[in-house]
């Protein structure tokens, strides 16, 4: 997986065509049991200091044990704006996980970016995302949506957050609507 933020783009079009999207959007994902989003929660929102701090994305996999507990592979470091997965083979895996580093004003930190929901898709799983305002994302794989699962300040904020710089953000997302905002269209 290689996930990759985008270049923010300019001027009042490219929200007001994203909020109008949002309007349109597919149905949300279905909801993930109480256990694996506390699970994910946690897990992610202990590696969001290590991600801020030196200002890379961190990223992984969740799964299950041999024995049907939940899991997830040690986190491997990535560069500022991407992270390239490994798989260990010693969980049966459901989602990828990864944080997206430090808040930069220069791009769209705030939500899956469209490279995040291809790479789950194409590997035919999930995927949670920690953003630098605190945000968890879950990314429906076979969907190819990305549904917010909690809001900016639910898991730790890098200190350098500006909030509102994204304008207005859906809830749910669908990877065609990730890409228009994408290109400022």
């Known amino acids: 997986m290689r996930a990759t933020g985008a270049r923010r783009a300019t001027g009042l079009l490219?929200?007001?065509?994203?909020?109008?999207?949002?309007?349109?959007?597919?149905?949300?994902?279905?909801?993930?049991?109480?256990?694996?989003i506390r699970f994910a929660k946690a897990f992610l929102n202990a590696l969001q200091e290590r991600s801020f701090a030196r200002n890379r994305e961190y990223c992984g996999y969740f799964g299950l044990?041999?024995?049907g507990r939940l899991a997830a592979t040690r986190p491997r470091r990535g560069q500022a704006d991407s992270c390239t997965l490994r798989w260990s083979g010693q969980i049966r895996i459901f989602?990828?996980?990864?944080?997206?580093?430090?808040?930069?004003?220069?791009?769209?930190?705030?939500?899956?970016?469209?490279?995040d929901i291809e790479s789950d898709r194409?590997?035919?799983?999930?995927?949670?995302?920690?953003?630098?305002?605190?945000?968890?994302?879950?990314?429906?794989?076979?969907?190819?949506?990305?549904?917010?699962?909690?809001g900016p300040g639910c898991l730790k904020q890098d200190p350098g957050?500006?909030?509102g710089l994204d304008g207005a953000i859906p809830e749910v997302l669908s990877l065609g609507q990730v890409r228009r905002w994408e290109s400022g269209n």
Not at 16 to 34: D, R, Y
Not at 122 to 130: S, T
């Open 14 to 36: 490219g929200a007001a065509l994203l909020v109008l999207a949002a309007l349109l959007a597919p149905p949300a994902a279905v909801a993930q049991s109480p256990e694996e």
């Open 95 to 115: 989602a990828s996980y990864h944080t997206h580093g430090a808040f930069d004003p220069g791009h769209f930190n705030e939500f899956p970016s469209s490279a």
């Open 65 to 67: 044990t041999a024995e």
């Open 161 to 163: 957050f500006i909030p």
């Open 122 to 150: 194409d590997e035919g799983i999930d995927g949670y995302v920690a953003t630098p305002g605190g945000r968890l994302w879950f990314i429906d794989g076979e969907r190819a949506v990305a549904r917010l699962i909690c």
